[in-house]
């Protein structure tokens, strides 16, 4: 019963550590979520840039992961490339060292621990602040004073638990010579898998390596395992995702396998260098026989491995690449539906889940935009054959339209259910205006397209001045969803009143159709169910300019 509790009570300590580490990751997030996006957003072909950037990013968030999941988002809206991807994401690895750091130093050296509970004091009233940004600096804080607190109570368990039942086993595999090393690296791989924390695992094995239960060689080699173990967590939870986030995680994946078995291969001559070194720095003191310097000698162990390889493999940044694009090719002949974007599930913040639904939805609204173009052709088409194909392809955009709307709006939900700053409660509603706009597009196509198969059942035919007024009203509809289409997608790159200059076009155009319709009624160029038909394409026409300025004025609204 003793060594359960015992247990229990590190498992607690752990968990208050992750879920410290979770509030600060989160919260330095919201507030430097839309600056990271335009960063990411200007990335180019020098991988050099990019390690930088991915250093920056993933040590702004403290969090690679939280990176690799945003470079994710922007390979699958063709922001970035798969290759500029993968350097970005070496850069990820040594930018999260800076948690290491922070433990080593702000948990051994420095003792923060009388400092955390006056900061958690002071965070308070930020946290209950209605202002979103001083709430976010108060979890800040909240988070940061958590961390350290919960590694104390870490320090202050394992001791306990390892002197009970543990020290006995531990010390039978650690005279094994290099084999010890290869045991602690995968052991370092599966607790990083159950845990899902490689900075959580960093602090345990400290406290083990500082106690004096494992030596920092081992300690070394547990570090080592700690970055396989953190990049295959995402390759299991890409296994349902789309093609680039299963590609995205195992370019990670690969990237520090190769980089642990070189390093593996010298390990001791590794050590003795980096010894040496530190050796250097420090009046002679060496990790290897005193161990209270190992808390920084291992964390310059953890950034230099990510340091030497990704200089090794900056340069090989095609051919990783062109391994994890053969493995998992694009499958052009499976045309069941699927999301392009937001299948990879919830991101690591509202916001940046939200950036993902927003690119969902520029597929959603291109994909209608093809939906009318495909009912513009049909008006036109004599070919029976062709007609039918032309029919088909429309009645599967609108049933591909109809699931997506409902699955953007599922997954808005689900965000909805986090806590969201006021800026993202803005663009939260407005994304569900948005999907709700563009679907009544398609409702129109669809109405459209019944118009002409009456048109065609009742073997109507318009004469060529009527005929050539619904190809001048569907040119100023199709001008009105490309403006539409390229506004949320280039944000800045189409002011509204190109927008609403189409929309007046076509609501003046509607009201002189409509006004020559009666005449032509009147004169008996048609008939009245010709007419009929004739009036329902004028009129959806209409209301199809009518829906894509509200998404036109929604997304300027809330996005600019």
Not at 135 to 158: R, T, Y
Request: charged share 15%; net charge neutral; with cysteine.
């Amino acid at each position: 019963m003793h060594n359960l509790i015992l247990l229990l009570t590190l498992a607690g300590s752990t968990g208050l550590f992750l879920y410290g580490m979770k509030l600060l990751s989160e919260s330095l997030q919201k507030i430097m979520g839309e600056r990271i996006r335009v960063v990411l957003s200007s990335m180019n072909s020098n991988n050099i840039k990019n390690v930088f950037t991915g250093m920056f990013i993933s040590g702004l968030v403290l969090s690679s992961s939280a990176t690799t999941v945003m470079v994710v988002s922007f390979v699958n809206a063709g922001i970035l490339r798969l290759v500029e991807a993968v350097s970005i994401i070496m850069g990820a690895n040594i930018g999260t060292t800076i948690v290491a750091w922070m433990i080593s130093i702000f948990g051994y050296q420095i003792n923060f621990t009388y400092l955390a509970l006056p900061l958690i004091g002071i965070s308070l009233p930020f946290i209950f602040s209605n202002n979103r940004k001083i709430k976010n600096w108060g979890e800040i804080v909240l988070g940061f004073s958590l961390l350290f607190i919960s590694l104390n109570f870490i320090k202050q368990q394992i001791p306990l638990v390892f002197d009970n039942w543990l020290s006995e086993l531990i010390a039978n595999i650690t005279n094994l010579g290099y084999i010890s090393y290869v045991i602690f690296l995968f052991f370092g791989i599966l607790i990083t898998l159950f845990i899902r924390s490689s900075s959580a695992i960093y602090a345990l094995t400290l406290v083990l390596s500082v106690n004096g239960w494992i030596s920092f060689e081992l300690a070394a080699a547990m570090v080592l395992g700690e970055n396989i173990g953190a990049s295959i967590t995402p390759i299991i939870a890409s296994r349902d995702a789309n093609v680039n986030a299963k590609r995205t995680a195992l370019a990670h994946f690969l990237f520090n396998v190769i980089g642990v078995v070189w390093i593996m291969s010298i390990f001791p001559f590794f050590l003795k260098s980096l010894s040496g070194f530190y050796s250097l720095f420090s009046g002679g003191k060496s990790p290897l026989n005193d161990p209270s310097q190992i808390p920084l000698a291992l964390a310059i162990v953890h950034t230099s491995f990510n340091v030497l390889n990704t200089m090794l493999l900056i340069g090989f940044s095609s051919q990783i690449t062109n391994m994890v694009v053969k493995r998992f090719p694009v499958n052009t002949s499976d045309n069941e539906f699927k999301l392009t974007h937001i299948k990879i599930g919830l991101l690591s913040t509202p916001e940046a889940s939200l950036f993902q639904a927003r690119r969902e939805t520029i597929v959603f609204a291109e994909n209608v935009r093809k939906m009318f173009m495909r009912v513009e052709r049909l008006f036109v088409e004599k070919d029976e054959k062709e007609y039918q194909l032309l029919k088909e392809k429309v009645l599967s955009a609108n049933n591909f339209a109809d699931r997506m709307e409902r699955e953007i709006a599922n997954y808005l939900t689900k965000v909805g259910q986090g806590r969201l700053s006021e800026s993202s409660s803005s663009r939260l509603r407005a994304l569900y205006k948005i999907i709700d706009e563009i679907e009544s597009v398609a409702d129109s196509c669809m109405n459209i397209l019944n118009a002409v198969e009456r048109k065609r059942t009742q073997k109507i035919e318009f004469p060529e001045q009527t005929n050539n007024n619904i190809n001048l009203i569907f040119n100023m509809v199709q001008e009105s969803l490309d403006l539409m289409v390229t506004m949320l997608t280039y944000e800045n790159e189409v002011p509204l009143s190109s927008a609403q200059e189409t929309e007046r076009e076509i609501n003046n155009f509607r009201d002189i159709l409509k006004s020559e319709h009666l005449d032509n009624l009147e004169k008996g160029i048609y008939n009245y169910n010709a007419g009929i038909i004739y009036n329902d394409i004028i009129s959806q026409c209409e209301r199809i300019g009518d829906f894509t300025i509200n998404v036109d004025q929604t997304f300027k609204n809330v996005f600019n």
